[in-house]
């Protein structure tokens, strides 16, 4: 599929709110394994802790609703530089970055100590 069909297949869904069904497909399926497997099925926000994790799910770091047309794509470019578009996360890394779990993002050094 073209990133044109696939922003029209996704559009549509959503239009019939029927997004769901995106999740259920198999291209969708057989990418999300494929990375998954590229990542040795590792969580990779915790990797960045020193932590080991089984990811369970493939996040799109661009939103599908947002970004149709990169539904089914491993990446994206923002300004010539390429990106991963989907990213293994364990359950609980996924809430996180949904603001599931009123997650703050830790504080950087510089602003540790100022009070
Ligand atoms: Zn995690
Ligand atoms: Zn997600």
């Not at 029209?8 to 999300?32: A, C, G, P, T, V």
């Not at 590792?42 to 990811?55: D, I, L, N, P, Q």
């Not at 890394?93 to 993002?105: A, N, T």
């Amino acid at each position: 599929m073209t990133k044109e069909e696939v922003a029209n297949w996704i559009q549509q869904l959503m239009k019939d709110n029927r997004l769901y069904s995106f999740y259920k497909s198999k291209e969708w399926r057989h990418l999300k394994e494929e990375v998954l497997k590229e990542n040795h099925y590792e969580c990779v926000m915790c990797r960045e802790e020193g932590k080991v994790s089984k990811a369970v799910t493939v996040h799109h770091v661009q939103h599908v609703k947002k970004y149709p047309w990169l539904a089914l794509s491993k990446t994206y470019e923002y300004k010539g530089v390429e990106y991963k578009n989907l990213i293994p996360l364990c359950h609980d890394c996924h809430d996180k970055v949904h603001g599931r779990m009123r997650y703050k993002p830790k504080p950087k050094p510089l602003t540790e100590e100022r009070w």
